[in-house]
Structure formats: C-alpha cells, structure tokens
C-alpha cells in the first residue's frame, strides 16, 4: 500500500469516528468493495483506484492515476455543480458521465466525500455506481408514456375512457367529451356505474365481465347515450392492464352511429330494388309467356308465307333471348345473395335431368350420348344444374343442322385432391382461339352483342368457383376449332365420411 493510500485509509477512519480501528479491516473493504473507489485529490489528482474501478474503466490502477480525472470524467455542468457543492458541504451526489479505455461512455452514479488525511492535506473519496441500465430503462419508460399519452390524448377518431377497477374514471380524451356532451369535470372521479353513459346496463355489465376474465374485449357493438339523451353506436374494445399494483381499464370506443344510419338506409333501399326487381322478373316472365304462346299458336294456325313467317319468328326469338336473359339475371342474383346453400348433389342425376330436358327440342336434330363413368356427389347449389342446362343449350341454339352433344363424367386427382370432371362436347361451330379466355368474364356492366349467353356463361363460371371448382373451354378435336367446343368443369368429391 502506497502512503496516500495509507492515509486515505486514516482519513477513513477518522470520518467513521474510529481513527484507531486496525487498519487491515479498511483495507480489506476497500480492496473487496462491489462498488468502484477512486481516492483522489480536490484538484482532481487520482491517488489509488480499487479493483472494483479498475474492472469498470478496463484499466490498470496505474493507468487510471495516469489518465486522472480529465481523462475519466467527460466535463459537463453536473460536474461543475458536484465540484462546488463538495467544497461547500463537504460532500456531494451527482450523476456524472465516465468513459472507459475503449471509448464507451456510461452514467455514474456518484458520492464525493472530502477528509483530512493524518499530515493535514485534504483528500477527496468517490464511490461510483454504473447506473447506465437504469437510465436506459428511464428513457424507454418515458418515451412509452410519451407515447400513450399521445395515442390517448391525441386520437381524434376514437373515444378513450381509463377507470380503475372499481369502475371510478380516472381520465378522458377530448373526443370522448366532444363525442357524448360530457365535460371533464362531470366525469374524472366519478363511477361509470352512474353515468347514463350506456343504454344497457346489462351490455355494461358483461362487457366488464369478459374484460375482467380475458384481460382483453375487442370491437364489441354497444350502444351509449349522450348528455342531451341522444342515443349512439360504437364498436368497444378493453384492455385490463396493472399500473402501480392498482387495476385499470383502458376502453377505446369508435363511434360508428352515422355508419349504423347509412348501413339501414342502404339495407331499406337494397329491400326495395330486390322486390322492384322481383315483381319485374316475374310480371315480365309471364309477359313475355303469354306472348310467346299467343306467337307459337299464329305460327300453327295460320298459313303464312315466308316472309310473313319471319315476321313472326323473328319476335318469337326476341321474346325467348328476354326470357333467358331474365332467367339468368334471376339466377345471378340468387348466387350473390347466397339464397341457394351448399349441399350434397349426385352430379349423374343432375346430367341426366339437363340430358332429359333438351334432347328433343322441336324442330331440331340432336343427338345426346351420356357416359358416366361411375356415381358420385358434389358439394354444391342446385342452381349448377343451371350452369350445365346453360352449355347444352348454348351449344344447340348455336349450331344449325344435326349436332351432337356428348355428356361425360369421370373421377380423377388433382394437387392431392378427389375432383369430378364433366366434360361437355358439342359438334357445333366452335369457339375461336382469341374468344376461348374471354367467353366467361363478361359480368352485368359492358354487355353488348350476345347478352344473354355472355350473361349464361359468366353464370355458369361463377357458379362452378364459388363451389371451389374450375370451367374452361377447349377444342373438341384438338387443334381445329371449327369441330366443336368442349366444356370442361372440375368440381371435388364430397368427402366420405366413416361411420
């Protein structure tokens, strides 16, 4: 031990009120001390440095003499202050930034003592406490709390409610008091559970149970009532959290009112164009019915030339496009309010019911060929009867002269899955190659020429993907599109289930 050190120590013991304790006892606390010890000068002379502070800057004891306090200490107003206040009192506290031999800064937490060592000279002992963790963990804590209180005071779209447990409230956004007509003093130190705040106090009450049981309640529709009796809807969401040991409830509500008008208006008006559209379709139907019967019995009864004939065939077909067209509006529009359900079909029956229905159409040669490999059903809507009535009768009411139509099932797997394949061939005129991908994508807008079969085939796709299946077109005999068209849908198996 160095002499300063030696009355360093004497200077210890003379603060302690012990000055004749054996000097060994110091020794040992100042050698084995977890916190880092410089002794120094009021000049800032480094005298000894313990083990302690040796491991904290990464430097030998010679090496921090050397270096002394400039070298230790980066010079700032806390070290300023710290330096009077020592001169003054005695002693002093302060946070002081350090850095070590590897250029790393960090906040210590420091006391300075100031003694008289045995010859009379001043001495100066400082203890250091690296408490850089600390304030790292500070600085988060308090950008966090910036941060929330940006969010909650901030937010101008939801309304924000904070109430401990017992249900007193705590605090308030602005856009909770613009939004209900509350002001701040009607409602901080208050309970919920006497404000008329909610229209149900049942909706209140298991809103706070689940919150209390799962810690968290997400968009939940309750309805609040105003200070001027106004009623209004928001979707609710809760956060249990625990600040300090005490519970607190974060609430967030969204105030949908003006959407919840705007939905009911839209609904009245959506039940409105629905029977508009059903007293339409059907009045237009029978219309278009009974004129098609009046027209088929003229061409009957009366002996027409032909250019008078025409004059009644023409109308004859123009009646009967209205009425498919109206047909597979009907259909659509079954599809996109979802009235048909999905459920369990055999596909062959379904075939044979298309087959049934158009294998002998008047005044037509059409010759049908069936083959069903095996029984199976499908997953899907009765109206895909619809969507195989709709090709068959496409490829007959677009050929002329003799036309077969051949109908074909079979069972394959497809990316490791059960799928059925219906084919559906005709030996019409086909379909060119540029119009193959573009036959099915024709929706309500943009119709032109061909409507009602453009309408019939977007039907038929859609029907097929909404029952997760697949519909292209393609050439009968591969190669010339002149031989006839084959349809091709792709549909899965219903899964077997075992008993």
Same mark, same amino acid.
């Given at each position: 031990?160095?002499?300063?050190? @030696? ?50 800057? $990464? ?30 009192? $005695? ?53 966090? @709390? ?19 447990? *017992? $249900? ?9 008091? +613009? ?26 009450? +298991? ?8 810690? #968290? ?29 005490? @519970? ?6 969204? *105030? ?28 237009? !139907? ?19 030339? +032909? ?16 009425? +498919? ?101 005709? !030996? ?42 697949? #519909? ?28």
């Amino acid at each position: 031990m160095n002499p300063d050190q @030696e009355q360093w120590f004497y200077g210890v013991r003379c603060l302690t009120g012990r000055p004749d304790e054996s000097e060994a006892g110091f020794r040992s606390l100042y050698e084995n001390s977890y916190d880092p010890i410089l002794l120094t000068k009021p000049d800032g002379t480094i005298l000894s440095a313990n083990p302690a502070a040796q491991r904290m800057f $990464g430097m030998t004891e010679e090496d921090i003499v050397s270096a002394g306090r400039a070298g230790l200490v980066v010079v700032d107003e806390k070290l300023e202050l710290a330096l009077r206040e020592r001169e003054q009192k $005695g002693k002093a506290e302060a946070e002081l930034t350090f850095k070590r031999k590897d250029g790393t800064i960090f906040v210590g937490e420091t006391t300075s003592s100031l003694f008289t060592d045995a010859d009379g000279s001043t001495k100066t002992s400082m203890i250091i406490r690296d408490i850089s963790e600390r304030k790292r963990a500070e600085e988060v804590l308090r950008k966090s @709390e910036e941060k929330f209180a940006k969010a909650f005071y901030g937010n101008t779209a939801n309304m924000l409610l904070a109430m401990v447990g *017992d $249900g007193r409230i705590i605090d308030v956004n602005d856009t909770f008091l +613009e939004i209900t007509g509350y002001s701040r003093r009607e409602l901080i130190g208050g309970s919920i559970n006497e404000l008329r705040i909610w229209k149900d106090t049942q909706q209140r009450d +298991e809103f706070v149970r689940d919150l209390r049981k799962h810690g #968290v309640v997400r968009n939940r529709e309750v309805e609040f009532v105003r200070k001027n009796d106004e009623i209004g809807v928001g979707l609710l969401s809760g956060q249990l959290i625990t600040l300090d040991n005490e @519970e607190l409830m974060l609430n967030s509500s969204v *105030d949908i009112t003006e959407l919840k008008e705007a939905e009911k208006k839209l609904e009245e008006a959506k039940s409105r164009a629905e029977f508009y559209l059903d007293l339409l379709t059907h009045d237009i !139907t029978n219309y278009n019915t009974a004129a098609i019967g009046y027209l088929d019995i003229a061409q009957m009864r009366l002996d027409l030339k +032909e250019d008078e004939e025409k004059l009644i065939s023409r109308p004859l077909q123009v009646l009967r496009n209205s009425s +498919e067209l109206i047909a597979n509006v009907r259909d659509l529009r079954r599809v996109e309010i979802d009235r048909e359900r999905a459920e369990p079909f055999e596909i062959c029956s379904m075939l044979e019911e298309v087959k049934e229905a158009f294998e002998n159409p008047p005044g037509r040669d059409v010759t049908f060929i069936l083959n069903l490999e095996q029984s199976c059903s499908v997953v899907t809507s009765g109206l895909l009867r619809d969507a195989f009535a709709n090709i068959v009768s496409n490829a007959i009411k677009h050929s002329s002269g003799p036309v077969t139509v051949s109908i074909s099932l079979k069972r394959e797997t497809r990316e490791k899955r059960d799928v059925v394949r219906i084919d559906i061939e005709d !030996t019409g005129p086909g379909i060119p190659d540029e119009r193959k991908d573009k036959i099915f994508d024709r929706g309500i807008t943009g119709l032109t020429k061909g409507v009602s079969r453009s309408l019939g085939l977007y039907l038929v796709k859609r029907l097929v993907e909404e029952h997760d299946g697949r #519909v292209w077109v393609e050439d009968r005999v591969p190669g010339d599109c002149t031989k006839g068209a084959r349809f091709v849908v792709l549909l899965p198996v219903e899964p077997t289930t075992n008993s």
